[in-house]
Nanobody
Framework: VQLQASGGGLVQTGGSLRLSCSASGRTFSRYTVAWFRQRPGKEREFVAAFKWSDVSTHYADSVKGRFAISRDNAKATVYLQMNSLKPEDTAVYLC???????????????????WGQGTQVTVSS
């Protein structure tokens, strides 16, 4: 599976962005797709995931209620709608996919085999 992330940009505090993660591969519907983010000097941080096996969504506490993950299997694309953005949301956002994710591993970056290149999100104060 090859992943391509897009949609990042510069936005003011309180603004919105929608990130897209487009995938190649015929079995995209059987992959859990997640978003992680990474700030300079920080570890990769889980943001949200859409688990295919039980069609469940998972969010980091820091984004719950502000971000929403969705997927369109026909377009092989997963979206991350980000609302009420804060300066601390500034990071490179990366999408990841794997077919073997279970609930206990969905938040762990090391559980994902496939990664996109990342898209920069900058929120100005």
């Amino acid at each position: 599976v090859q992943l391509q992330a897009s949609g990042g940009g510069l936005v003011q505090t309180g603004g919105s962005l929608r990130l897209s993660c487009s995938a190649s591969g015929r079995t995209f519907s059987r992959y859990t797709v997640a978003w992680f983010r990474q700030r300079p000097g920080k570890e990769r941080e889980f943001v949200a995931a859409f688990k295919w096996s039980d069609v469940s969504t998972h969010y980091a506490d820091s984004v719950k209620g502000r971000f929403a993950i969705s997927r369109d299997n026909a377009k092989a694309t997963v979206y991350l709608q980000m609302n009420s953005l804060k300066p601390e949301d500034t990071a490179v956002y990366l999408c990841a996919a794997d077919s073997g994710i279970i609930t206990t591993t969905v938040r762990r970056p090391e559980a994902y085999d496939y990664w996109g290149q990342g898209t920069q999100v900058t929120v100005s104060s």
